[in-house]
């Protein structure tokens, strides 16, 4: 692979953690191995300033916030920290501090604990809670000020009278340990499902859409800075900052300290690592930022993450033990991946029984065979994985582990093509196992959203013989469903519902829902804006495919394999024969790119844009929104339930669009990203 290529597929890894970690709250990896991989693309970045582009994972921030809720622009970006490891990465940190602000001594810093929890920010009106939002990806957050409204921690009110008119409060959502054991318990004794630890707890807590189900979780907020530029009569220092909002009624973290120089940070470090175990919260390193504010600016930052701050982390939580077994899961795409069944450990706060092998090489690689004793680790909420063996305790009866030549589910042959350190089955949707993962794909919250759709009822599904493709499940019936275990007649016409529900969707969740290979939900957003309609998409040849944002040859060479499968091609066909409908429109090259001097009208509930939000993004890009539809309009936008407005715009042969083809004009008009 050379440097162009690695740096490609270096975005792409990294996309599809981040998307996991940020978007889904599901990460595959460890965050010392996203953390590798980002560093390895930044150093390559660094060498190679000529492969540097705008959409590399390094230029942003994060990842694109969830639907559901309305979104948020912050008015300063959310950024994130770069992280430091060892000592020599903090004395590195502190050496390029000194030398960008010239210091002719120490420099002072505020140090304070790295909380793991989830980032939101807090807008304040006359010291009155008015906005809460989420991080999201930096740049746009979700509005979840209902949610936290709900947290006891949190100020409705500022304390005191000595507050800017205007003030954005950001720190972190956790959970206290001690709250998370209740929460478990409550759970358990109610027959829910158990949070894995408390970072996952929040984060499923204030992503609750029913408000008053995140108000019954103890949820708790630390204030760790502002987002707002200094001005007269307000602190100048960061830990100035952090007085003034302990002393308007924020909490603040207690282990606060403000230190001078590399043995000051140094020393922080590994005092808060004794204490961290009896601290009532997790964290998962230290922050330290220059504490003078004027030196932060002049610092500056570098696209992603400030100059003038660092997350100092702890190393990650390890512990021994037996590795019994090593078994194959066979995934939606025929990957098979060896898990390894561990005996029951204890580690990062919860007991871990499977870890992930990735694939045989990393095996090989670690030489890890079954009977071995392995040390597990498990960072932050990550799957946990393997991450050396003990050689000396190998006993005699250790065996080597020898991934099978054909598939375990369906006996399909096992192929593994040159370039790809997976092993795939080949039986396709042959495979029960990829038709169920297809299947649960298809019906997942993101793609048709089918709820109550669940593996166990798939899995019955698929062994019956009752559901083959997707379409299958349009033709399902009640007295079916009755015949299958432990399902009630109410749970099988709720489910017959939410199938006749799910009929009605977008051409990017239907995208998004046929499982092409390296098409996840942001890429099948891109598709679905650029081609307008599915049949362009299906009769794209690779060239026009690269045109479309973020699809580079692979992503490309995926979706004509895909197209070009003549039972994928009938599935759709299926399906739309089914009765599965979304609107289509005109590709966005023929819509035209201005947004400027153009008049918008809006109609009818968007799904994710308030109306006013909609108007002033429109307003911000130069276009006019008007009230009436006339031969002047140029644009309607209609959401759910829209009425006369559309009506009329039909008759006098307005271009109608969707919120989502809106924010494609308004991103193409912002960063000419559309051809
Ligand atoms: S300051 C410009 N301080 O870490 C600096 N962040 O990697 C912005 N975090 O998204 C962040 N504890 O969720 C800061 N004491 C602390 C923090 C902290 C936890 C999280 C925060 C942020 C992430 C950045």
Known sequence: MNTSERVRSLRTEIEKHSYQYYVLDAPLIPDADYDHLFRELQALEAEHPELLSGDSPTQRVGAAPLPEFGSVTHALPMLSLNNAFSDQEVAAFDRRVREGLAAEGEVDYAAEPKFDGLAVSLSYAMGVLVRGATRGDGTTGEDVTANLRTLRSIPLRLMGSDWPPLLEVRGEVLLWRRDFERLNERQRGQGDKEFVNPRNAAAGSLRQLDPRVTARRPLRF????????PGAGLPATHSGWLERLAGWGFPVAGERRRVTGLAGLLGYHEEMSHRRAQLAYDIDGVVYKVDDLAAQERLGFVSRAPRFALAHKFPAEEAMT???????????TGALTPVARLAPVFVGGVTVTNATLHNEDEIRRKDVRIGDTVVVRRAGDVIPEIVRILPEKRPLSAREFILPKACPVCGSNVVRSSDEAVARCSGGLYCPAQRKQALLHFASRRALDIEGLGDKLVDQLVDSAIVRTPADLYRLGLLALAGLERM????????LAAIEKSKQTTLARFIYALGMRNVGEATARDLARHFGRLDRLL????????QVPDVGPIVAQSIRQFCNESHNVEAIEQLRAAGVVWSEGEPLA??????????????????????EAAKQMVEAAGGKVSGSVSKKTDFVVAGADAGSKLDRARLLGVQIIDEGRLLALLN?????AVP
Do not use: C, H, M, W
């Not at 630390?222 to 530029?229: I, K, Q, R």
């Open 222 to 229: 630390f204030a760790y800075g502002v987002g707002f530029e």
């Open 539 to 546: 009769a794209a040849d690779e060239a026009q495919l690269i």
């Open 488 to 495: 009630a007649e109410k749970s099988a016409s709720n489910l």
């Open 322 to 332: 037996e590795l019994l077994e090593i078994s194959i899961q066979v995934g939606r």
């Open 590 to 611: 023929v819509i035209g790119r201005a947004v400027a001097g153009k008049v918008f009208v809006l109609t009818g509930t968007l799904p994710s844009l308030t109306r």
């Open 668 to 672: 193409a008009t912002g960063e000419g």
